[in-house]
T-cell receptor
Framework: LAKTTQPISMDSYEGQEVNITCSHN???????ITWYQQFPSQGPRFIIQ???TKVTNEVASLFIPADRKSSTLSLPRVSLSDTAVYYC????????????????FGKGTKLSVIP | NAGVMQNPRHLVRRRGQEARLRCSPM?????VYWYRQLPEEGLKFMVY????????ESGMPKERFSAEFPKEGPSILRIQQVVRGDSAAYFC????????????FGPGTRLTVT
């Protein structure tokens, strides 16, 4: 499983765009990059997943450079309710035949949104 | 469509007692995973089950812990003779057969051992 490195914490004011970068230098060919969000006293919630270039959904965007050794989760115009821990995970989907269902969570990035 | 349900949400046990944690997966999901989260830590995989089968229990402590997912009813994580070090949040997740890397998590059970 590829090891990931992300900042321990970040602060942002409401209304700003927040970018959280994750390093994964030994990412494998079959690996996808997935981000989860966890609020206090709740289970993690899937945010977005991508393989290369850019992926966007109603919640966030995920930017992945050509070498795939890092990725950036972008949250547009954060609000107080976006205060949470954000986890970057790297691995292959089980359905690919070469993957792992064991999601490996690091310590994540604790995002604090300030009014 | 109800999400993953876990109960109880909070459980207090004295040292030496048994703890039973229940998990009902999302409708249509046949795969269940249990994770443990210690304070200020990320989640750690414990066990992966399908109906009536334990697929991978490599993350489960060898003693006192067991898990099952019967043909009918919720998945159960059982901890016998609890110790203080078992105090943690236990999360259950489920996935459809072809989407194991997108797992849907329940709200967790917070176990406190006194």
């Amino acid at each position: 499983l590829a090891k990931t490195t992300q900042p321990i914490s970040m602060d942002s004011y409401e209304g700003q765009e927040v970018n959280i970068t994750c390093s994964h230098n030994n990412i494998a060919t079959n690996d996808y990059i997935t981000w989860y969000q966890q609020f206090p006293s709740q289970g993690p919630r899937f945010i977005i997943q991508g393989y290369k270039t850019k992926v966007t959904n109603e919640v966030a965007s995920l930017f992945i450079p050509a070498d795939r050794k890092s990725s950036t989760l972008s949250l547009p115009r954060v609000s107080l309710s976006d205060t949470a821990v954000y986890y970057c995970l790297v691995g292959a989907p089980f359905s690919s035949g070469a993957g792992s269902y064991q999601l490996t969570f690091g310590k994540g990035t604790k995002l604090s949104v300030i009014p | 469509n109800a999400g993953v349900m876990q109960n109880p949400r909070h459980l207090v046990r004295r040292r030496g007692q048994e703890a039973r944690l229940r998990c009902s997966p999302m409708k249509g999901h046949s795969h269940v995973y249990w994770y443990r989260q210690l304070p200020e830590e990320g989640l750690k995989f414990m066990v992966y089950l399908q109906k009536e089968n334990i697929i991978d229990e490599s993350g489960m402590p060898k003693e006192r812990f067991s898990a099952e997912f019967p043909k009918e009813g919720p998945s159960i994580l059982r901890i016998q003779q609890v110790v203080r070090g078992d105090s943690a949040a236990y999360f259950c997740a489920s996935s459809p057969p072809d989407g194991a890397y997108e797992q849907y998590f329940g709200p967790g059970t917070r176990l406190t051992v006194t």
